[in-house]
């Protein structure tokens, strides 16, 4: 997820002011920095992205983190973050943490006590809640990353197709290679059922979204399927023939058969069945 921030710095930007109604500074220009905060004597300390707006200088730095879990030690590590962008930089700094369910995020809003009279950070908690609902293409393709996120948040509610929609719409005007990387992401995260019909807006040929990426990424993952298809019919074969000519196949051979894909491999595993005295005999050569 944080690869969304890294390939469009300014989206910090758009969930501070969208969310959180935050006034960002103009700025020209958003850039990633280094997320080594690393101090000394060497204490490692690494943030999942740092991203800084200039306008002529640093206006604004923002420490950038996705939370998946409670993690007890960014109680401590965060503040540190938080004063090193803002050291380096020599501008306010905020600490924006993206949660991936309700749980995590009400855990990461709650307020750091610093111990000093009137310092207690508050981090600004982006969770899918508060993820702004984006159904129309023309800001979808606008950021395509926070429609992203809003289809990993929104994708899998009612009224989620017209998200869904909106995000194919705007991978179709992206470049191939990044297009199929936020689709397989969403893919992957969206629940079950989202997912399923995440496929089937990619594979439907009646919408007049469709695009050519769509088609070929889905004609990619049939592909695919198809491969794998016949690898693990392969495998079986070998496995089959093994056994019925009573050669002992032990755990480790058949986790090795069949968990390679190469089918040229297979193919010459399957010849080598045939004669094999032993299971290793397979695997000489």
């Not at 809003?150 to 470049?175: K, P, Y």
């Not at 990424?217 to 089959?240: L, P, R, T, W």
């Amino acid at each position: 997820m944080i690869l969304l921030f890294k390939n469009r710095p300014e989206l910090a930007a758009k969930l501070l002011a969208g969310p959180f109604g935050m006034k960002v500074p103009e700025y020209h220009e958003a850039r990633i920095e280094s997320g080594d905060l690393t101090q000394c004597p060497p204490v490692e300390y690494q943030a999942d992205a740092v991203v800084t707006f200039s306008n002529g200088k640093p206006v604004l730095t923002v420490v950038v983190e996705v939370q998946r879990a409670v993690d007890h030690g960014k109680r401590w590590s965060w503040p540190v973050y938080l004063a090193a962008v803002r050291a380096r930089a020599r501008c306010p700094a905020i600490l924006l943490v993206v949660c991936t369910d309700a749980r995590t995020a009400r855990w990461c809003a709650e307020p750091i006590e610093m111990g000093h009279p009137g310092w207690r950070l508050a981090p600004m908690v982006v969770s899918p809640e508060v993820v702004p609902v984006v159904t129309d293409p023309t800001e979808a393709i606008r950021v395509p990353e926070l429609a992203v996120l809003s289809a990993l948040a929104h994708g899998g509610d009612v009224g989620g197709q017209r998200v869904l929609e909106a995000l194919l719409t705007a991978l179709s005007t992206l470049e191939e290679g990044q297009a199929k990387l936020y689709a397989d992401f969403v893919m992957m995260k969206l629940p079950e059922a989202a997912s399923k019909q995440w496929e089937v807006l990619m594979a439907a040929g009646t919408y007049e979204y469709q695009s050519d990426f769509a088609r070929k990424y889905f004609a990619e993952g049939k592909q695919e399927g198809i491969d794998e298809g016949i690898a693990a019919g392969k495998a079986d074969a070998i496995v089959m023939i093994l056994s019925g000519r009573s050669i002992v196949v032990t755990q480790e051979a058949r986790s090795r058969i069949e968990s390679c894909t190469d089918v040229a491999q297979l193919d010459e595993w399957l010849q080598r069945a045939l004669t094999a005295v032993t299971v290793e005999d397979l695997f000489l050569g």
